[in-house]
């Protein structure tokens, strides 16, 4: 019973792995050249605009930051910078109250304990207020290319779904799950291919499965388009 059970794990695991080399291997014929599509110069831009991104596109943060960039240059120009008009600089971005509370202290942060610059170390960028894994992962990974863990925000969190890489809600758990299966030195550059087809294929309400090269490996094409399970 026990070798059946063992042989049984291993035959499941070997499956596991084939499943995550084909989505690796659909998602670099999709998106060679995927990356992060804020707009930014250095690790402190980049944090600014991630927290801004919550909860809107990276195309208006973008219209956003361009301005506000040539504005505030320092963790001191945003620590210094008055409440009220810095909330009607990223006003457009929503949420702008919350939004500019926490970059406000995160860069009274920055600039009191850290000499002004973005730390490039998980435990560190966790300290700074609007700051999560996510935002962290986004930094680390595209600002100082260290991969920490893997970015989970809603498009993340609904493709790694819908791939069956994870049948978890939270996005802690989730990052978990994907972390276990896929091979680290391909955490930043999956984070960025999940992002991307999320946005430009597997979107939320329809997703444009003809144009998808996963619906082989693709739990919700079997159980929801193709209408049957394996």
Same mark, same amino acid.
């Given at each position: %019973?026990?070798?059946?059970?063992? !042989?049984?794990? =291993?035959?499941?695991?070997?499956?596991?792995? &084939?499943?995550?080399? +084909?989505?690796?291997?659909?998602?670099? +014929?999709?998106?060679?050249?995927?990356?992060?599509?804020?707009?930014?110069? @250095?690790?402190?831009?980049?944090?600014?605009?991630?927290?801004?991104?919550?909860?809107? /596109?990276?195309?208006?943060? @973008?219209?956003?930051?361009?301005?506000? $960039?040539?504005?505030?240059?320092?963790?001191?120009?945003?620590?210094?910078?008055?409440?009220?008009? $810095?909330?009607?600089?990223?006003?457009? !971005?929503? $949420?702008?109250?919350?939004?500019?509370? @926490?970059?406000?202290?995160?860069? +009274?942060?920055?600039?009191?304990?850290?000499?002004?610059?973005?730390?490039?170390?998980?435990?560190?960028?966790?300290?700074?207020?609007?700051?999560?894994?996510? !935002?962290? @992962?986004?930094?680390?990974? /595209?600002?100082?290319?260290?991969?920490?863990?893997?970015? =989970?925000? /809603?498009? =993340?969190? &609904?493709?790694?779904?819908?791939?069956?890489? /994870?049948?978890?809600?939270?996005?802690?758990?989730?990052?978990?799950?994907? %972390?276990? *299966?896929?091979?680290?030195? &391909?955490?930043?550059?999956?984070?960025?291919?999940?992002?991307?087809?999320?946005?430009?294929?597997?979107?939320? &309400?329809?997703?444009?499965?003809?144009?998808?090269?996963?619906?082989?490996?693709?739990?919700?094409?079997? *159980?929801?388009?193709?209408?049957?399970?394996?």
């Amino acid at each position: %019973m026990r070798a059946k059970e063992a !042989t049984a794990r =291993v035959a499941k695991s070997a499956k596991t792995a &084939r499943r995550i080399r +084909e989505v690796l291997q659909g998602l670099d +014929e999709l998106y060679p050249k995927a990356h992060c599509e804020l707009t930014y110069g @250095n690790p402190l831009q980049l944090l600014v605009a991630t927290i801004l991104s919550a909860q809107c /596109t990276d195309e208006r943060v @973008n219209k956003v930051t361009r301005p506000l $960039f040539m504005k505030y240059k320092t963790a001191k120009d945003y620590a210094d910078a008055d409440p009220q008009t $810095f909330q009607q600089d990223i006003r457009p !971005t929503g $949420f702008f109250r919350n939004k500019q509370k @926490n970059i406000r202290r995160a860069a +009274e942060l920055l600039a009191h304990k850290f000499g002004g610059e973005v730390p490039s170390k998980m435990d560190l960028l966790l300290e700074l207020p609007g700051v999560a894994r996510k !935002t962290a @992962n986004v930094v680390l990974g /595209t600002a100082f290319g260290i991969a920490e863990g893997v970015v =989970v925000d /809603t498009h =993340v969190r &609904r493709v790694a779904q819908r791939l069956g890489l /994870t049948d978890q809600d939270s996005p802690e758990k989730i990052e978990q799950d994907l %972390m276990r *299966q896929i091979p680290r030195d &391909r955490w930043i550059s999956f984070s960025h291919q999940l992002i991307w087809h999320g946005r430009r294929v597997c979107a939320a &309400r329809k997703p444009l499965c003809g144009k998808c090269n996963l619906t082989a490996v693709c739990d919700y094409f079997r *159980q929801v388009v193709d209408g049957h399970e394996s």
